[in-house]
DNA sequence: TTAGACTGTTGACATTTGTCAACATTTTAT
DNA sequence: ATAAAATGTTGACAAATGTCAACAGTCTAA
């Protein structure tokens, strides 16, 4: 079993370890799922009724527009979450895709579960805060980046900060992430830094 | 005393109403603070000792690039936080500045208080939860328009989804956190939608 | 009240980025 | 094994947006 990833994982976040009882409840509220390379996750128009913890793979959230173009939003590695968060808390259809780029190994937790383990376990609550609280941080450093810097600096600081990630996705996606098309990032790529 | 107005705001987040007693130990770990139009609540360099919470007013977060450009980050109004997260929970400098853009009303809450409140009261840990998710989406949709969308979309966009405030921050401003130039959109308003 | 800052618009031109097409390689599915 | 799909690069050109300068109206502080 590879649930002991999530353990190690949930302690990295808490202040005082998760005890061992704990992670039970916890595990208890989980289900697994694996998907095969490009499988969907979640389609438009679904609601989301489960968020992935992703122990293996990689997988990507992203929109398609009225002209039928793809903008990535997204990418997930492991020990990242995966879902549409809107359409999970609210019950909404989702207007995104969520996609494995790789086979994926996930654990599942609907909302009522996350909300029960809010309620039943402080720890759980805490690491759920701590977790919205790097995102938000990740969030803003992402937007500080893509409304003040050009197409070249935005990639550069890209595969600074995460540069796993220029080996498991596709160019073109990493491109859509960033805003921009595959041929620029192929162009801006080929220059010197 | 305008406290009230933040009880409002809390029993709007929260799945039970904030008691009285609850409430009265909320407002004793909050001071409040008055800004003039142009005053700086926090400079690149400091670490963001405090949160606001925004009674009355407006402010503006932005970013000052090596060429001395001004990206705006964050724009708010009442009943917003305004701050810098990675600087209050990380006690880093931030890279941020935070100033008024009309006269303001603040309360403010240091980052030890909020942390006491959490442990102390569900309700406070569970409105923040409630805040960050709704945060979190907002931030989704801003990410998914920026990347997606040309200048006038973002703009339409905007102006729909927060009307109040193009009345109440200047064009330039709003360009800026629209990741566009104030000529730009200047011309991008004058086009019909 | 007055000079200076702040705000907003417009024109000419430069730069960045997108679009479309062609092509080569690699990976994938049958 | 083979055809199709996915990935990545390049060129020519188009479109979107930025830059810089000039200008005018409004607000603000001494």
Redo the contacts between chains.
């Keep these: 079993m590879l649930m002991h990833q999530l353990h190690s994982y949930l302690n990295a976040y808490a202040s005082n370890p998760v005890t061992d009882e704990d992670f039970e409840i916890i595990k208890s509220h989980f289900t697994n799922k694996t998907l095969r390379k490009r499988q969907y996750f979640l389609e438009e128009g679904e609601i989301c009724k489960h968020f992935a913890y992703i122990i293996k793979g990689a997988m990507r959230k992203y929109?398609v527009?009225d002209q039928g173009?793809e903008?990535?939003?997204d990418l997930y590695i492991e020990n990242w979450w995966a879902g549409?968060?809107?359409s999970f808390?609210m019950l909404k259809p989702s207007?995104y895709y969520v996609d494995a780029c790789e086979d994926c190994e996930l654990m599942l937790i609907t909302n009522e579960s996350k909300i029960k383990l809010?309620?039943q376990l402080?720890s759980f609550?805490?690491f759920?805060?701590k977790l919205?609280?790097r995102?938000?941080?990740a969030?803003?450093?992402?937007?500080?980046s893509?409304?003040?810097?050009s197409a070249k600096v935005r990639y550069d600081d890209f595969a600074s900060c995460y540069p796993e990630f220029l080996q498991r996705f596709p160019q073109h996606i990493i491109a859509?992430?960033?805003?921009i098309t595959k041929e620029t990032l192929s162009r801006v790529r080929s220059q010197v830094s």
Tied chains: 1, 2.
């Design positions: 929109h527009d173009k903008h990535v939003v549409d968060l809107e808390v207007i809010c309620s402080p609550n805490q759920l805060l919205d609280e995102n938000h941080i969030t803003q450093r992402r937007i500080t893509t409304i003040s810097s859509s992430y960033l805003g």
